[in-house]
């Protein structure tokens, strides 16, 4: 992918690998400058996480491990088609359906 600028003279095209080789020297070398403290020791990095963060990642942890579909659910309404006793209602149906349309 090729980046344009227009009103600039002299201008090469660097396509995305090119630009990420760059922008990883350019990185690596920043890196190994801030690493270093006075003393010559190497300086740490830490992270710490807000408690409404842990809380939100352990909400996205719980999130991501459930199933996509409830297949008791599917399983319930099934027996309930194959029984005759499923139950259609057709005024939420037709209102849901209507409000669906309004959306476009």
Known sequence: MAIHFTGLSNQGTINKSERSQKDDATHSATDK??????GG???????????TAQILQNQ????NSL?????DK???IKNAI???EYKIDT???????????SLF
């Open 41 to 51: 020791t190497l300086a740490e990095d830490t992270v710490k996480l807000s408690g």
């Open 74 to 76: 599917v399983e319930q």
């Open 33 to 38: 400058k801030s690493e270093v403290q006075s």
């Open 67 to 71: 199933p996509d579909v409830d297949m």
């Open 60 to 63: 996205q942890s719980k999130i």
């Open 91 to 101: 005024q939420k149906l037709a209102n849901n359906m209507a409000s669906m349309d």
């Open 82 to 84: 194959a029984a005759g």
